[in-house]
DNA sequence: AATCTATGACTGACTAGTCAGTCATAGTCA
DNA sequence: TGACTATGACTGACTAGTCAGTCATAGATT
């Protein structure tokens, strides 16, 4: 309410006045204001997306997010409401163009056993092990708290990726590559072990490391009988 | 975070020093003091549980654990250190009385697929959709930020599951039951659906109810292969 | 009475969110 | 082109509120 703008706007001022010109060296394109802005944001999505899954949400400090994003905390508020809808948003950003890339699947080529090797093998690539497997994990963890990030992960990835997984089990057992019919009713069997691997490189990875592509080649033996030799 | 401010190591230097003739003496009256103290333990211990399922470690607040096992925020210092403590101790008392069940394997009575059988039903009576469950899947979102609740967990359930499975897995490979050799290199592959139907009944349940048990059959159908008419 | 246990008001560290003020850039005019 | 104004992105000190942990006091037990 009743402020005292007088001695301490003197210190921010030489701050921000010595700052900036570090920064904008380090930034070479000379930008625009709205691509300065973006660029901005993008930076805070990143540092959120660290310390989210770093710490939880309850745990994360908006100022650490801050600090990492080399911004100031006000900044913050200008592109995110607070930091509930910044995290729920967070997961939509960094997912959506996740389930664009893998949406946009493979020609209906070759036998179904390596369009789903090709499926893992990218999933293996881009998610286990990764920041993105973390983001699972984060998901799994704050799921409970944020129904509409439950949500909206059943309904933009978890449901899609079950239904793409059914139909590829259906064709499969069309084709007679694959034996256990009941399977298509549960498409989960299909898809278990690589969420495991992504919880299991989380959690146990240094106590015992896990093969996960080793691991996903048997899971597919079992599914398709032993491997064909290519 | 934590202050060390002199008194507090009081109480329980003097507590120490009374504690071994203390039980020696009085465990014949079994009723009164150590047994109201006992009772208080668990309660506390109870709504613990409920809370940091509920919220997570964080987002929990004392007040409320206190609160819900009608007992003063102090006592809760007279049991545990201080916040994390209680957690990782309480992670310990749950966890430790299941294994100990779980590990009183029954007799191996019958095949390897009634075993695993047996194990999958229990599983599915103790754990899924129970509180234990929850359990479960708070160790999966605070592993990382409470290693040592990891590392327990991955000591005193994990590796000894997987070390249980896999000796069943080779028992049901040597008497040709399971077909699938390398099987026994990744019972993470045996487990994995359990898991996932864990945490899909935190998660999804409402958008999607899982048959769990419906989906642990198709799975060992898938391992032994169609079911034998019993 | 002496000793142990429980209580809950209290403290102080910490943090989400705010807002008055700054300044680089965009826009306008001579 | 150069000078002057307008804009709004950005800052960070500040406020109001929260919550882990403490301790003087009351109560129970022996």
Redesign the pocket.
């Known amino acids: ?17 010595a ?3 570090a ?2 060296k380090e930034e070479a394109p ?5 691509t ?2 973006a ?3 993008a930076a805070i999505v990143e540092a959120a997306m660290d310390e989210f899954i770093a710490r939880g949400f ?9 600090k990492r994003a ?10 995110f ?4 809808s ?1 995290f729920e948003e967070l997961v939509r950003i960094v997912i959506v163009p996740v389930v664009a890339r893998l949406t946009a699947l493979p020609p209906p080529a070759g036998s179904v056993r390596d369009l789903i090797e090709a499926f893992a093998s990218s999933f293996l690539k881009e998610v286990i092990g990764t920041r993105r497997g973390d983001l699972v994990r984060l998901i799994v963890a704050e799921g409970p708290r944020f129904p509409s990030v439950a949500d909206f992960y059943y309904r933009e990835v978890v449901s899609r990726g079950i239904a793409a997984m059914r139909a590829l089990i259906e064709l499969g057992i069309a084709r007679g590559e694959i034996r256990e019919k009941d399977l298509a009713r549960y498409p989960q069997i299909l898809v278990a072990p690589a969420m495991i691997a992504v919880i299991w490189q989380s959690l146990f990875a240094r106590h015992a490391p896990l093969d996960a592509q080793e691991m996903l080649r048997v899971h597919l033996d079992l599914i398709f009988g032993e491997r064909r030799t290519t």
């Open positions: 309410m009743t402020r005292k703008p007088t001695k301490a706007a003197l210190p921010s001022a030489i701050r921000a006045g700052k900036d010109p920064r904008s000379a930008s625009s204001r709205a300065r802005a660029e901005r944001r309850a745990a994360t400090r908006l100022d650490d997010i801050a080399g911004v100031a905390k006000g900044t913050i508020y200008l592109h409401k607070d930091k509930e910044m």
